[in-house]
């Protein structure tokens, strides 16, 4: 059950505000500019600057590491963030959580009541479903608002530019023209519920060896068409109330503090109206306000409070002008009446965990990939034997750690790892299994099979119940978690071998891969179907069986390129590795905007899998590509289920080739549903910057006059039609 929120919150809020005569800024027929200023009008300079920082809010608890006493500052509820309000103005406060896949609690605390675990944004990245990336914002939205909060630190956009990295789990894979429209979605999704989201991490935190000093280079138009690109849709699509900048710097100048990024390319090229907060410890100095940072976030993480104290001196010894300030405050005070926080604050209410669950797990049946099938899959339910093997598929499914991590509202098992890493997540020491067995899922479905289990831990126990069963399923794990990459692609603790082992043993053999980010398959040729889980969410053994068994299609095509190995990869070692505090570089000029599927296709590499491919058990075709320029450049095909059952086909639309060079870039995608036999016509507008190159000096896009080639196809390597049309030149401002 739903319940309706608005008519409660408003009463609530002008209750608890100034009467709208003598505060014009509860007027809520006024712009959110015009309420911003005559509230700021109000201000005097202390409670200005009070506006601009903000502490951990688990400081106190953080710091004592124990207890099951809520965090004793003030007022906060108790989470990442806190921003004391003005309540004799009606300022609320902005009690900021973490994140991206639903409602986090990092810790763990004993307080803390539960979320509804959503599956890994690789995950909403695979479904090449905007709509489903809106429902996802407006469940963990929701959950946000009913849990307390008006800031929701998720719309995480990085792009993965290394298949190594910690955090990709919480981002949305390697294109930025997906990456960015998806996360527009679920941004708009999350403020829908009037909570702020939060746009993270801006920019290049692609990785998280030596996060807080890795010195990202790359130039200024392989950045616009590549991980700028994706937070430029994202701003247009969700229009974020905030932006977090990153830890780490940009072209030798930390993010945070970066007046190349934050103030010509975010808030004039861009025009972006919101704030932007720090990420937490990501602050060097006062004068970061000056290179466009509005708010210090986390600030028991900073060397001092440098938005407190030293920003108030150093306006008044004039070198941080007032006006900077005034900007910073209206920034903040605009971006909060524009999302309703003044008239619908949250309101703590029941959280509908059923009804959540089940949009998790709709979205890891949309987001689940079937990478190999040797006609074993789907199963039937009159298998009469079935060995389920490893991955704690006994107990649950796997989740991603760090500040991300959700805690169910049901116990999960926490399960010891070795990871003991630095600053703030370092002591997110637990793998988190959700509770929803993909064991217990798949006895119902298959009521009268016989199962076994094996955890997996040896090789030859592992065989010997294979060899009982007719069929084998795998359950690979690998985890992963913020502030620390993985070193290679292996699966670790010996599960290659395992694996191996049970497909000698039984060739009608399963893998389902709970993993965060691409992995090595030696194994690929001995079993007979692969499938990507990614961490699956709160109902994922559901998910996994359903698509097992047939009762739901696979649709999912991969966010991200599976590479054969790490020496495919633009730098086969991982930079930033035993940097001990010292500033390390990452030269992504080395690929510039040739991310994933392009650096792959530009040097002629052929990857284990390549990006947006997926398997289903029906069919699909594709055909009668029409490109048009008529308004803006379209492209028109048909999509037809062939096969004898229900699907969603995901067509995708390439840049194939410009005046004959070669190149491949993502211009266009759909997801369609069709029945056996169904048609459907479907249309596609291509963005004109897909199409054009970004020129550094005069600051723009630039579409060279010509003929373009654009290729219908089910992944970046399997092309079914291409089509040429010839375009005029053109410029785009940025
Ligand atoms: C992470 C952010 C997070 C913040 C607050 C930082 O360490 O990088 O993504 O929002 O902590 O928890």
């Known amino acids: 059950m739903r319940l309706t929120t608005g008519a409660v919150a408003l009463a609530l809020a002008l209750t608890a505000a100034p009467a709208c005569a003598d505060a014009p800024w509860m007027n809520p027929a006024l712009s959110p500019d015009a309420r911003a200023d005559a509230l700021e009008a109000k201000l005097d300079e202390a409670q200005k600057i009070s506006l601009l920082h903000g502490r951990f809010a688990l400081a106190a608890y953080y710091g004592a590491f124990a207890g099951d006493a809520p965090p004793s500052i003030p007022g906060a509820i108790g989470s990442s963030g806190y921003v004391p309000g003005i309540p004799a103005l009606g300022i609320p406060a902005l009690q900021e959580t973490d994140g991206g896949l639903g409602v986090s609690d990092a810790m763990d605390e004993a307080w803390n009541t539960g979320a509804t675990p959503l599956p890994a944004n690789l995950a909403l990245a695979a479904s090449f479903d905007p709509a489903l990336a809106r429902a996802t914002g407006d469940v963990a939205g929701q959950e946000a608002w009913r849990r307390g909060f008006n800031v929701l630190l998720a719309g995480g956009v990085n792009l993965t530019r290394d298949p190594r990295g910690g955090r990709n789990f919480e981002y949305l894979g390697e294109d ?153 405050v209206h920034r903040i005070l605009r971006s909060m009446f524009a999302t309703g926080l003044f ?108 199962f076994r289990f094996d955890p997996g831990n040896y090789p030859s126990a592992a065989a010997q119940t294979a060899k009982w069963a007719d069929v084998v399923v795998i359950f690979a794990r690998k985890w992963q978690t913020e502030s620390q990459d993985v070193p290679d692609l292996t699966l670790p603790d010996g599960q290659d071998a395992m694996i191996e082992a049970v497909a000698k043993a039984n060739p009608h053999t399963i893998v389902v891969l709970e993993t965060g980010n691409p992995v090595q398959m030696p194994w690929l040729n001995d079993v007979a179907g692969v499938m990507e889980a990614w961490y699956p969410g709160g109902n994922g053994g559901h998910a996994i069986a359903n698509i097992l068994f047939g009762v739901v299609d696979p649709s999912g095509h991969l966010p991200m390129t599976f590479p054969r190995d790490e020496t495919q990869l633009p730098r086969p070692i991982l930079s930033g590795q035993d940097a001990a505090g010292q500033v390390t570089s990452t030269d992504y000029n080395i690929e510039g905007a040739d991310v994933g599927y392009r650096w792959f296709a530009a040097r002629g590499l052929s990857p284990l899998f390549p990006f947006g491919f997926g398997l289903s058990y029906t069919s699909f075709g594709f055909s009668h590509l029409v490109l048009s320029d008529q308004h803006g450049l379209t492209a028109s095909f048909d999509v037809a289920n062939t096969g004898k059952l229900p699907g969603a086909a995901v067509p995708q639309l390439y840049l194939t080739a410009r005046n004959g060079a070669h190149t491949l870039r993502l211009v266009g995608f759909s997801r369609i549903p069709l029945a056996p036999g169904e048609t459907q016509h479907v249309t596609l507008t291509i963005d004109p910057r897909l199409l054009a190159d970004f020129d550094a000096k005069a600051d723009d896009w630039q579409v060279a006059a010509g003929s373009y080639s654009l290729s219908l196809a089910s992944s970046a390597a399997d092309i079914d039609e291409t089509g040429s049309i010839s375009l005029p030149a053109a410029r785009i401002a940025p």
């Open 343 to 450: 008239d619908h604050p949250p309101v703590k209410t029941p959280i509908d965990y059923q009804a959540d669950g089940l949009a998790a797990q709709h979205e890891e049946e949309e987001g689940l990939v079937l990478m190999k099938n040797d006609n074993i899959l789907p199963l039937t339910k009159d298998t009469p034997r079935i060995a389920v093997i490893g991955g704690y598929a006994n107990v649950g499914v796997l989740s991603g750690g760090g500040s991300s991590q959700v805690i169910p509202d049901v116990p999960a098992q926490l399960l010891p790892t070795v990871f003991m890493g630095e600053g703030l997540a370092g002591n997110h020491t637990r793998a988190v299994i959700d509770p929803d067995a993909p064991l217990a899922a798949m006895r119902d479905l298959a009521p009268n099979a016989q």
């Open 176 to 328: 930025p023209y997906l990456a960015g429209t998806l996360d527009g979605q679920l941004i708009a999704g999350i403020q829908a519920q009037h909570v702020v989201a939060t746009l993270k991490h801006f920019a290049f935190n692609d990785k998280e060896s030596n996060r807080y000093a890795d010195d990202a280079l790359i130039d200024e138009a392989s950045a616009r068409e590549s991980d700028l690109l994706a937070f430029e849709l994202a701003i247009e699509g969700g229009a974020p109330a905030s932006v977090m900048c990153a830890y780490n710097l940009v072209n030798s100048a930390y993010a945070c503090g970066n007046d190349h990024l934050l103030n010509d390319v975010l808030k004039h090229d861009w025009r972006y109206p919101g704030w932007v907060m720090s990420d937490w410890g990501a602050v060097h100095s006062a004068k970061d306000a000056l290179a466009g940072l509005d708010q210090e976030s986390g600030e028991d993480y900073d060397a001092q409070v440098f938005f407190g104290t030293p920003l108030a001196d150093a306006v008044k010894t004039g070198e941080i002008p007032q006006a900077r300030i005034d900007d910073m």
